[in-house]
Every structure is written in C-alpha cells, then in structure tokens.
Antibody, heavy 125, light 107 residues
C-alpha cells in the first residue's frame, strides 16, 4: 500500500540541527512532490516547504529560509528535511506528505493525500 | 500570504446533528481548497479537495462547497468517529496555508 514512513523521535539541544527522513513505498517516488508540515503541541498545522524528488528542486516558506534544507535519495525512495539552528520554538511534530498535482479537462487538482505518521522533535537544553 | 480564517474555532454538537464549518480566504483562491480531519496523536487525513470533491473512501456524509473566498465543510449527520479537529488548506499559491482549525466536540 502507499505509505510514507518517517524516522523516529529526536531530542536536540538549542543550536543543533535535526534531519528527519521520510521513506516512500507503494508508488513511484519521483512522480510526486513531498511537502513538509509541522505542528507544535496543541497548535495548528504549519507548512514548511516542498521538494520535487525527480529534479531535487525545492521551495521553502519564508519563515524557514536559510534554516531548512529538503533533499532526497531516489535510490532508496527517501526524502529528508533538515532544520538547523534549532530553538525551543521548533519543538513540534514534523510530517511529510505526498503532494498530488493533476488535471482533468480544464480543472486542476492539488492536495496532500498521503501523510507520514509524524516525527516528534524536542528542542531542550 | 493568503490567510484562511475558520469559524467557529470550537463547536459542540451531538451525534446525528448536521454541522457546518466555514473557511474564508483573504483573497480569491478559485477552488484550490482542501479539508482535513485530524484526531489526537494522528496525522491529518484528507477529506475533500478542489473545494467539493470527496476523497476516495471518505463517507458521503461529508461534503464541501464554495469557491473564491468562502468555503464550507458540512457533516450531514455526525457520527461518534467524527469528533476531531478540522482544517482547511489553500493550494492556490505558495506559501500553502492552513486555517487555524475547528475543534468539534461531543455535547
């Protein structure tokens, strides 16, 4: 079945970096963008950016520019999100999601249909 | 950035009730809007995309409507498993943004 499997929970100190992985299975990894979304405890969903696994092209939310890097390894169908200069406010659950983009006649469709279960990142001294 | 404002933020309802959640965009987004359901400790689940298209496997009691700047998610007859938090999301332009969420609780 189509799924995204994320790496396990991380505990980091302020100023450190974290790299979260997202392994795709059940579909052609290079055919769909991967997006990253995070959620602090008790808060809403916050979009971080996207990556095209075929080209490696990326786009990041302004808030994370300069601190986030999204990469992939196509040989193992895995996407990565690295966040640097961590601070306590980065404590959150980080999700990867498959981004569907398609069209039917004159209509275009975009949505995130498959999500990983999330990776908890805790930033604490 | 496009801001999405959901109302209400909190909703208390009973099994069998019909409920409607509204999502307003700060500028027109055509029909590039999706709705997600999230339960505690779980990832969001796609319910509706393109404002009104039901995702495969989602019960037909869920429906969506709207275009431009105003959208609604309706649950025609609440079931116990529907008590969760609901988010709208715009995919018209980057950055992708979400509404603040509507928490639906049992009365």
């Amino acid at each position: 079945q189509v799924q995204l499997v994320q790496s396990g929970a991380e505990v980091k100190k302020p100023g450190a970096s974290v790299k979260v992985s997202c392994k795709a299975s059940g579909y052609t990894f290079t055919s769909y963008d991967i997006n990253w979304v995070r959620q602090a405890t008790g808060q809403g969903l916050e979009w971080m950016g996207w990556m095209n696994p075929n080209s490696g092209n990326t786009g990041y939310a302004q808030k994370f520019q300069g601190r986030v890097t999204m990469t992939r390894n196509t040989s193992i169908s895995t996407a990565y999100m690295e966040l640097s200069s961590l601070r306590s406010e980065d404590t959150a659950v980080y999700y990867c999601a498959r981004f569907y983009s398609g069209s039917y006649y004159d209509s275009y469709y975009y949505y995130m249909d498959v999500w990983g279960k999330g990776t908890t990142v805790t930033v604490s001294s | 950035d496009i801001q999405l404002t959901q109302s209400p933020s909190f909703l208390s309802a009973s099994v069998g009730d019909r409920v409607t959640i509204t999502c307003r965009a700060s500028q027109g987004i055509s029909s590039y809007l999706a709705w997600y359901q999230q339960k505690p400790g779980k990832a969001p689940k796609l319910l509706i995309y393109a404002a009104s298209t039901l995702q495969s496997g989602v019960p037909s009691r869920f429906s969506g409507s709207g275009s431009g700047t105003e959208f609604t998610l309706t649950i025609s007859s609440l079931q116990p498993e529907d008590f969760a938090t609901y988010y709208c999301q715009q995919l018209n332009s980057y950055p992708i943004t979400f509404g603040q969420g509507t928490r639906l609780e049992i009365k």
